[in-house]
């Protein structure tokens, strides 16, 4: 009997100290950084701003395969704007990406022809800065805005024209006619439909606070937003959240990680499998649970959040990218910092002066 005893005891000491552990280990001190250092970081991990001219617009989203000119954005605005591209004539890209408020539609879920919703629930992202990103869509299953142009108008839930209608539509107006005649050689293509609208949103990228700071302006950025900066850079937001787009350069796994820790047993013990519930069953690329890192320039604007638009509250999203992405859980001054710091990336489309004739 007492050979059993001690090693139970011992054991159980063990036990209990692996769990007292993470509680006795020194916790990991978050770095603040200078504004210098900062901004110094941020730039060499390629967070950029976003060009202000023309000129140093085209350096980084020029499609050598759909070149810009004037007359092709402006044909692309019209386009996108243009309700006769949905079947029974009241949806426009526009509906569902409303520019002036955060290039989405702020509902969970969008609604397209016949008040259809997204047969995935799935939520709208936004187009702003969409262009800056390495795939288009939640799956990235779309290589570029050209590509991803096509989809919408076709798919029956949102604007359901066959190519052969949506030529139809824009044949029936002389004002298009000539426009592609002088802009592409093939005249009007489904194709060149999708690279008139892929051109324009190519402008479609904003400027905010964030820029300016990044560009040397050390007032742009309240403290808190620059804690929450420090933040978003130490925890490894960035890691993910990365590019001019802030996003959209990766597809990652999400939830990364069941719970923020081993130790936190009534989450270990649940069955969820995302954390939140899973509207709508998409599980992202090759059904892995694999998303397209969202952009998260104009993020508070763009609420419900997550590719099923099943969280209302930025600071939610926030949290849950903590425990789920990084395995943490934020205190409550971490998370408001990191909210101030992704409010500073609210922007306003930037009125380029195209100077690019034909
Ligand atoms: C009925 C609403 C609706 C309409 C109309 C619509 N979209 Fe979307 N858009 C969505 C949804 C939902 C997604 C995400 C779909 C997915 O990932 O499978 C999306 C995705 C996108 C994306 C990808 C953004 C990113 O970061 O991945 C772009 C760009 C885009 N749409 C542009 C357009 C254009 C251009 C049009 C018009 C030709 C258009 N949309 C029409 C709802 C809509
Ligand atoms: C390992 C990669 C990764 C890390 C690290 C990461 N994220 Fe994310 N983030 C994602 C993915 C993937 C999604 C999309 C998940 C989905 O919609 O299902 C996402 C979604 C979000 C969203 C919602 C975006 C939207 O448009 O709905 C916010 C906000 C966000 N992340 C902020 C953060 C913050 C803040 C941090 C650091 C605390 C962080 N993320 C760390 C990959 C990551």
């Known amino acids: 009997m007492k050979k059993i005893v001690l090693p139970a005891i011992v054991a159980l000491m063990v036990i209990f100290s ?29 967070m950029l701003p976003i060009p202000s001219t ?3 617009l085209l350096k980084v989203i020029n499609n050598t395969k759909n070149p810009l000119t004037k007359d092709k954005i402006l044909l692309g605005k019209q386009l996108f704007f243009d309700t006769a591209l949905s079947k029974d004539r009241t949806i426009s890209c526009a509906t569902c990406h409303i520019l002036n408020s955060g290039g989405d539609d702020d509902r969970p879920t969008a609604i397209g ?13 936004t187009v702003l800065n969409a262009a800056l990103a390495k ?14 142009a096509g989809g919408p108008i076709q798919a029956h839930f949102e604007m359901n024209l066959t190519q052969n ?54 007032s742009a950025l309240s403290d808190k937003a620059k804690k929450g900066f420090g933040l978003f850079i130490n925890l490894g937001c960035k890691g993910c959240h990365t590019g001019m787009s802030v996003g959209g350069q990766s597809i990652q796994k999400f939830p990364l990680r069941k719970c923020a820790s081993v130790y936190d047993l009534q989450c270990m013990l649940s069955n969820q499998k995302f954390p939140f519930e899973n509207v709508g069953g998409f599980l992202g690329k090759d059904n892995q649970q694999k998303f397209r890192v969202p952009i998260l320039r104009n993020i508070a604007k763009t ?37 101030a710091f992704l409010k500073s990336l609210n922007g306003e489309i930037v009125d380029y002066n195209i100077s690019v004739k034909k």
Request: hydrophobic letters at 35%.
């Open 165 to 218: 209608e949506a030529i139809k539509r824009v044949k029936h107006n002389p004002y298009y006619v000539s426009m592609f005649n002088k802009i592409f050689p093939a005249g009007i293509t489904f194709i060149n439909i999708t690279k008139a609208i892929g051109a324009y949103e190519r402008t479609l990228l904003t400027r905010s606070n964030y820029d300016k700071f990044l560009e040397g302006n050390n």
């Open 303 to 339: 609420s419900p959040y997550f590719h099923n638009g099943a969280v209302k509250k930025l600071e939610d999203a926030v949290k849950i990218m903590g425990r789920h992405q990084i395995g943490i859980e934020l205190t409550k001054e971490q998370t408001s910092d990191i909210v």
């Open 135 to 148: 795939a288009q869509f939640w799956d990235g299953r779309a290589k570029d805005v050209e590509e991803q």
């Open 54 to 56: 023309y000129k140093e």
């Open 18 to 46: 692996l769990f007292l552990l993470p509680y006795l280990l020194p916790k990991k001190k978050f770095q603040l950084y200078s504004d210098s250092d900062l901004r110094k970081i941020a730039l060499s991990r390629n």
């Open 113 to 125: 022809y016949l008040g259809q919703k997204n047969p995935k629930h799935l939520n709208s992202p």
